[in-house]
């Protein structure tokens, strides 16, 4: 299994946008969205070289794999105190995604890194206390994808909405990581001065943070 990661720099990749079909909605993730789309792209290319190869959907990732386990295991990052994967260049704004690989991979090794040892900044901005020192209650997190109807109810008083049909989530426990938050990103500002970077001049996060093997 290849694990992919995808440096998220800011709230823009965390926007939430919703169809709607027969009154239900499906809510969609830039952020997921894209590191999916870039696993099926190299599922492809590995396909065109003769590797049998599958992409790891949004939709079967819960049930499949761990994610973070992998990543971790894969020496992406390691686990934070936020329950995330703690990477070194960009702290925990990585999203993952995976692809299956048929032939057998070497393996690479986990990180010997640890962030957390003097720094509980995370714990301490989490608004709803699901982050604790002795670990993350999902059941509290607001950030919840697949809402209970008491979650969803909540999340309609306390999500930002941007737009009528799009909300920003909670995300403090990535954003107030000091690790990774000072890295240098270089933005293209819109006016005709100045250029848009090249796909080469931008930091690697924005292509593919990292395709290791677990
Ligand atoms: S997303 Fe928000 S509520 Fe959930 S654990 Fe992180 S800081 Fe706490
Ligand atoms: S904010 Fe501090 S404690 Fe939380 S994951 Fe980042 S380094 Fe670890």
């Not at 009154?23 to 003769?50: I, P, T």
């Not at 933005?187 to 100045?194: E, F, V």
Request: charged share 25%.
């Amino acid at each position: 299994m290849v694990v992919l990661g995808l440096y998220t720099p800011d709230d823009a990749y965390d926007f939430n946008t919703y169809v709607e079909i027969a009154g239900r909605r499906r809510w969609h993730k830039a952020a997921y969205e894209s590191v999916v789309a870039r696993a099926a792209l190299l599922a492809l290319d590995l396909n065109a070289r003769g590797i049998r190869a599958e992409p790891l959907t949004f939709v079967d990732s819960a049930s499949l794999v761990d994610l973070r386990e992998a990543a971790v295991r894969a020496g992406l990052g390691t686990r934070g105190l936020n329950g995330l994967v703690v990477t070194r260049e960009f702290g925990p704004r990585v999203r993952f995604g995976a692809v299956f690989v048929e032939p057998e991979l070497p393996r690479d090794k986990p990180l010997p890194d640890y962030y957390c040892a003097s720094c509980s900044i995370c714990v301490s901005r989490c608004p709803t206390g699901a982050l604790a020192p002795w670990g993350f209650d999902r059941a509290l997190c607001t950030a919840e994808f697949d809402p209970s109807p008491e979650m969803l109810a909540r999340q309609k008083r306390e999500a930002k909405p941007v737009t009528p049909f799009t909300r920003l989530q909670c995300n403090l426990c990535v954003s107030s990581c000091p690790i990774g938050k000072n890295r240098a990103v270089t933005w293209w500002d819109g006016s005709s001065a100045c250029e848009p970077p090249g796909v080469s001049e931008l930091p690697g996060g924005f292509e593919t943070l990292r395709a290791q093997r677990i």
